[in-house]
């Protein structure tokens, strides 16, 4: 059976204001590579993926050398001011069958494994909207109010607390629709906008391993997690 054609798209056109280092975080490097070479590595090695498809702003000049990685490299300049602006406008940028599946994930999460990768490509494959990854709380969860100070309002029963990853798996026409409705300037991932339609998003069971590089602390956690990979 022919497998169906899948893109990666990575959306590279962030500053990293929080990792708080001059260049944007996807350029820095852990462990003698960049945060943006480690995120790419499963998608390269992935026979799955066909095409990676990078975001990047128009003023980036360090993008293009990436091209030299992998033949599935595709690069479009052109970023917007918000995530999801990026993935909308590098889904208009490529030419592609509208039903094809999409999986959206972050430069700066460096850490996914080919095996969780995998995983949600398989799960994700038959389902009729799409999936994430996603990782199970494990902390007690609190949901607070602000007032003087901050106060907890209640508990949240934690079994049914997800956190959201990428990649995120979508149908090309579906995401592009989702992310072409307005009010979208606060939502941080696809899924979001893809439930706003009214569509259920399908979770994948993932690792807390598979973190975002955010915060300065990240890069220790980051370090420990890619070489524990090798
Ligand atoms: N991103 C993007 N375009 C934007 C904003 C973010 O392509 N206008 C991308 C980032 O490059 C990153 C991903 O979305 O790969 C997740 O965003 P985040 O972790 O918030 O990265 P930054 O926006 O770069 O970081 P910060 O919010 O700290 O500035
Ligand atoms: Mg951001």
């Known amino acids: 059976m022919k497998q169906e054609e899948l893109i990666a798209l990575i959306p590279c056109a962030g500053t990293g204001e929080r990792y708080g280092q001059i260049i944007p975080k996807q350029y820095s490097e852990i ?3 960049t945060i943006l070479e480690h995120t790419l590595q ?3 090695n992935s026979k799955r993926i066909n ?3 990078l975001i990047a702003k128009a003023s980036d ?6 091209q030299k990685l992998s033949a599935k490299i595709i690069i479009k300049k052109v970023g917007g001011d918000t995530r999801a602006q990026s993935v909308r406008n590098g889904l208009q940028a490529i030419k592609c069958q509208s039903n094809v599946w999409v999986l959206v994930h972050d430069a700066a999460r460096c850490c996914l494994t080919e095996d969780l990768l995998n995983k949600l490509i398989t799960e994700v494959s038959d389902d009729e ?3 994430i ?3 199970p709380a494990t902390d007690t969860v609190k949901y607070t109010i602000k007032n003087v100070a901050i106060e907890i309002d209640r508990t ?3 079994e049914r607390i997800y956190l959201a990853q990428t990649p995120q798996m979508f149908r090309y026409n579906t995401l592009l629709q989702a992310l072409s409705l307005d009010n979208l300037t606060q939502i941080t991932d696809e899924a979001s906008a893809i439930e706003m339609l009214g569509l259920k998003v399908k979770v994948v069971e993932s690792c807390i391993s598979n973190i975002k590089v955010t915060n300065p602390i990240d890069r220790i956690i980051a370090e420990v997690l890619l070489k524990s990979e090798k």
């Open 31 to 33: 462990n003698g590579k």
């Open 42 to 44: 499963p998608f390269i």
């Open 51 to 53: 095409k990676i498809v």
């Open 61 to 66: 000049t360090m993008i293009e050398a990436y």
């Open 129 to 131: 909207v799409g999936g």
């Open 133 to 135: 990854l996603a990782a």
């Open 156 to 158: 949240i029963p934690r």
